[in-house]
């Protein structure tokens, strides 16, 4: 069965194809249900959500874009907002509820504490990627331990890039998109400029 066919099959079985366009309303009420659409992907989804896949439940005549400041204008004055980060939306509490939260919730160990060297080391990946365990030596003056490394894959803050042409091809550390949702970065442009940067954070 090829994917098409998969694609298709909900519908030659009865099943409701999503109308997107939705010609049979008014211009607000057509723009209000597809605020809503998004809304709800969005809100569903514990991820950022790409502008491809949110434009999948609108219509032609709709602009993902414009939604979505639509949607940020209706949520000014409430605790959460939407936002883009890691190129995409999602939904996110304000920051300055962080501390109701924690006190009425118990969400289990979510600390992004990190030691001095985690967050040097960190900014030296994000700033020099793709680069290898010999390359961070060469900015510290000193090893960087293979358990530090492990510490920041394990958080999803870092990964396996490509091999290094250095001898022996070792491998390459890359920043993730956690890494850019953990930071709020859209992308890495959105980086500080690296001049005033002490790499040892």
Request: hydrophobic share 45%.
């Amino acid at each position: 069965m090829t994917v098409a066919t998969r694609k298709r099959k909900p519908a030659e079985e009865g099943g409701a194809v999503l109308d997107r366009d939705l010609n049979d309303l008014p211009q607000e009420l057509r723009w209000r249900e597809w605020m809503g659409r998004i809304e709800a992907v969005l809100f569903s989804s514990a991820s950022p959500v790409g502008r491809e896949d949110l434009a999948r439940v609108v219509g032609q005549g709709a602009s993902v874009e414009m939604l979505i400041e639509d949607i940020q204008a209706e949520l000014n004055g409430r605790p959460y907002e939407l936002v883009q980060v890691a190129g995409g939306w999602m939904f996110r509490t304000r920051a300055q509820f962080a501390d109701a939260i924690k006190a009425a919730a118990n969400l289990g160990e979510q600390s992004l504490a990190f030691t001095d060297m985690e967050m040097g080391v960190l900014c030296a990946i994000a700033y020099h990627q793709p680069i290898d365990r010999a390359g961070l030596a060469d900015i510290f003056g000193k090893e960087v331990s293979r358990d530090l490394l492990a510490r920041l894959r394990y958080r999803d803050l870092i990964a396996s890039g490509p091999r290094s042409p250095r001898p022996g091809a070792p491998h390459t550390f890359v920043t993730t998109e956690t890494f850019l949702v953990t930071f709020d970065l859209q992308s890495l442009r959105d980086l500080p400029d690296l001049a005033p940067v002490d790499m040892t954070c």
